[in-house]
């Protein structure tokens, strides 16, 4: 995977955050000889991520870390033009995503999220389209909570039922409490920003408070404002 104009595989920007941490994580546990690097605002709290990691494998002593301000759009290029793939968890993707894709983009980099946002993705998509086609790089959102689960839930469920029309609906129940970005992207979502392009669907009426099935676990359920319907 190395290349030698790029010292990082992957740079992770927004590691010191909650959803970074795990992403970290599972890159230490999963790619233990992969190049690549954390990046953030904090150098304390980056050298405090890493010094974790190292504890779970002194391998990490080789992860690099690199201070950078996402306002700053010639940092955030260098940042981008290291590595092969720029991955960010650093939201609301509104507030803060513009800046991360578009020095990916401009970079040649290929670039991952974890938005659930149907604005900023539909503004990736108006912006950013053709010029990513061109340079043949791979820009793709909503690879966390917002839409991995019904994106493979809905294709395991269609590949199971060869015949006939399908419809596909997920139902959540959650117990445990939203992070700090992740409930900052929520309000964000719901604060009145429409999306627009193909993300946006007409709705004939208003979304209603409906039983779940018995197999859905039961009780009431109330539909989500969230992108998977779309990414699926």
Same mark, same amino acid.
């Not at 401009?106 to 503004?123: C, I, M, R």
């Not at 966390?144 to 596909?168: C, E, N, W, Y």
């Not at 964000?188 to 429409?194: I, W």
């Given at each position: 995977?190395?290349?030698?104009?790029r010292?990082?595989?992957?740079?992770?920007?927004?590691?010191?955050?909650?959803? /970074?941490?795990?992403?970290?994580?599972?890159?230490?546990?999963s790619?233990?000889?992969?190049?690549?690097?954390?990046?953030?605002?904090?150098?304390?709290?980056?050298?405090?991520?890493?010094?974790?990691?190292?504890?779970?494998?002194h391998?990490?002593?080789?992860?690099?870390?690199q201070?950078v301000?996402?306002?700053?759009?010639?940092?955030?290029?260098?940042?981008?033009? /290291?590595?092969r793939?720029?991955?960010?968890?650093?939201?609301?993707?509104?507030?803060?995503?513009?800046?991360? +894709?578009?020095?990916?983009v401009?970079?040649?980099?290929?670039?991952?999220?974890?938005?659930?946002?149907?604005?900023?993705?539909?503004?990736?998509r108006?912006?950013?389209?053709?010029?990513?086609?061109?340079?043949?790089?791979? +820009?793709?959102?909503?690879?966390?909570?917002?839409?991995?689960?019904?994106?493979? /839930?809905?294709?395991?469920?269609?590949?199971q039922l060869?015949?006939?029309?399908?419809?596909?609906?997920?139902?959540?129940r959650?117990k445990?409490?939203?992070?700090?970005?992740?409930?900052?992207?929520?309000?964000?979502?719901?604060?009145?920003?429409?999306?627009?392009?193909?993300?946006?669907?007409?709705?004939t009426?208003?979304?209603?408070?409906?039983?779940a099935?018995?197999?859905?676990?039961?009780?009431?359920?109330?539909?989500?404002?969230?992108?998977?319907?779309?990414?699926?």
């Amino acid at each position: 995977m190395g290349d030698p104009d790029r010292p990082w595989d992957v740079v992770l920007l927004g590691a010191t955050g909650f959803t /970074g941490q795990l992403v970290a994580e599972h890159l230490l546990r999963s790619h233990p000889d992969l190049r690549w690097a954390i990046a953030g605002r904090d150098p304390h709290k980056l050298r405090d991520v890493k010094m974790g990691l190292v504890g779970m494998d002194h391998r990490a002593g080789a992860i690099g870390t690199q201070v950078v301000e996402l306002q700053d759009r010639q940092a955030m290029r260098s940042l981008a033009a /290291g590595a092969r793939v720029l991955v960010t968890t650093v939201g609301p993707y509104s507030q803060h995503g513009d800046p991360v +894709v578009d020095a990916a983009v401009e970079a040649g980099t290929h670039y991952l999220d974890v938005t659930g946002e149907p604005p900023f993705v539909s503004g990736i998509r108006r912006r950013h389209s053709r010029t990513a086609r061109d340079k043949g790089i791979k +820009v793709v959102s909503c690879c966390g909570f917002d839409s991995i689960p019904a994106d493979l /839930g809905a294709r395991f469920t269609v590949q199971q039922l060869h015949h006939g029309p399908k419809q596909v609906c997920a139902y959540l129940r959650v117990k445990a409490r939203p992070s700090g970005g992740s409930w900052a992207s929520l309000v964000e979502s719901l604060s009145g920003s429409a999306p627009s392009g193909k993300l946006r669907r007409p709705r004939t009426r208003p979304p209603r408070l409906h039983r779940a099935p018995e197999e859905a676990g039961g009780g009431w359920a109330l539909p989500l404002p969230v992108i998977d319907q779309s990414v699926v």
